[in-house]
């Protein structure tokens, strides 16, 4: 997939930066997971679970930050999950009118 950069226009690609550093997260995480996934089934097979092998307890699960839902139409860097505290941008542009399914991802 080719994409010339050259012809977008500055928020084509502030826009395209966003999704490329969202779909490089989920990517990582994917990575983890199938490694993870891979030696836990490499220790079953010789009769052991990971925890064992590491000498820990087993990991926690980290509570996820959660993808980007919203994002500022003037500046689409900024973005909210639509969890926890409204940032200031977003506020104000509902307040100035703006109806929250304008800032959706």
Same mark, same amino acid.
Do not use: C
């Given at each position: 997939?080719?994409?010339?950069?050259d012809?977008? *226009?500055?928020?084509? /690609?502030?826009?395209?930066?966003?999704?490329? @550093?969202a !779909?490089i997260g989920? &990517?990582r995480?994917?990575e983890?997971d199938?490694?993870?996934?891979?030696v836990?089934?490499?220790?079953?097979?010789?009769?052991? *679970?990971l925890?064992e /092998?590491t000498?820990?307890?087993?990991?926690? @699960?980290k !509570?996820?930050?959660? &993808?980007?839902?919203?994002?500022?139409?003037?500046?689409?860097m900024?973005?909210?999950?639509?969890?926890g505290?409204?940032p200031?941008?977003?506020?104000?542009?509902?307040?100035?009118?703006?109806?929250?399914e304008a800032?959706?991802?």
């Open positions: 997939m080719a994409i010339d950069l012809k977008m *226009s500055v928020k084509e /690609l502030e826009r395209l930066m966003v999704d490329a @550093k !779909a989920k &990517a995480q994917r983890r199938e490694a993870k996934a891979a836990e089934k490499l220790a079953a097979e010789h009769g052991f *679970s925890s /092998l000498g820990g307890k087993p990991a926690k @699960k !509570a996820a930050s959660g &993808a980007a839902k919203y994002a500022n139409p003037e500046n689409p900024q973005t909210w999950t639509g969890k505290r409204q200031t941008w977003y506020k104000d542009a509902v307040s100035a009118g703006t109806p929250p800032m959706e991802l």
